[in-house]
């Protein structure tokens, strides 16, 4: 299992502004992924990181709204820009889990709390 | 596209009562799939997974069991306890090079003393 490191673990933001979140892992990982999880629902992929290649991101998400960065194989950006009420929501980042064939498990951090007044 | 449909919550039970949280999915192909916990100020952590029909994956006393005829991936637990308070996501992922987890809306479980 990886051990997931998130900063800020919570903030409460002024809208207009923008907020960039770590991601720290404990062992080298091919992909990094963020995910949101909005008040009251379900989790939804914002993007994938792979080091070295710009990353991925889902229907709905755009880069220049959600910027990531993933310099090295251990840590990884998501920066949340031009903030309003509406992205506050838990941010989390997660990576694919170790052991024998891909079978789609995740670890999760522990997500970062975002407030936008 | 794969979705995943839970069963609504809050779900509110005494300890020692059983637990039954339903799950179904839409995916294409075999996916994984999956059960994740989030207990109360702390990230997801995974439950309990299968990978192919009829498997059934346990821990801590939950089961769920790969239903591809129905499919269902149903979370029970014979005998709940106050510290199985926590919001639980069914997930399911399409495999091969592909990570994305799609997962249901979350229910959240009370367990009373």
């Known amino acids: 299992s990886a051990v997931i490191s998130q900063k800020p673990s919570r903030d409460i933001c002024q809208r207009g502004t923008s907020l960039t979140i770590q991601c720290q892992v404990d062992s080298q990982v091919t992909m990094m992924f963020w995910y949101r999880q909005q008040p009251g629902q379900s989790l939804t992929l914002i993007a994938t990181a792979n080091q070295g290649s710009e990353a991925t991101y889902e229907s709905g998400f755009v880069i220049d709204k959600f910027p990531i960065s993933r310099p090295n194989l251990t840590f990884s950006t998501l920066t949340v820009s031009n903030m309003s009420p509406e992205d506050s929501s838990i941010y989390l980042c997660s990576v694919e889990g170790g052991g024998t064939g891909r079978t789609g498990e995740l670890f999760f951090g522990e997500g970062s709390r975002l407030t936008v007044l | 596209g794969d979705s995943v449909t839970q069963m609504e919550g809050p779900v509110t039970l005494s300890e020692e009562a059983f637990l039954t949280i339903n799950c179904t999915y839409t995916?294409?192909?075999?996916?994984?799939l999956f059960w994740y916990v989030q207990y109360p100020g702390e990230g997801l952590q995974l439950l309990l997974k299968a990978t192919k029909a009829d498997d059934k994956g346990s821990n801590k006393g939950f089961e769920a069991t790969y239903r591809k005829e129905t499919t269902s991936f149903h979370l029970e637990k014979g005998s709940v306890q106050v510290s199985d308070s926590a919001v639980y996501f069914c997930?399911?992922?399409?495999?091969?090079?592909?990570?994305?987890?799609?997962f249901g809306k979350g229910t959240l479980l009370t367990v009373n003393p």
């Open positions: 997930a399911l992922s399409s495999g091969g090079s592909n990570y994305k987890l799609t």
């Open positions: 995916a294409t192909g075999y996916p994984s």
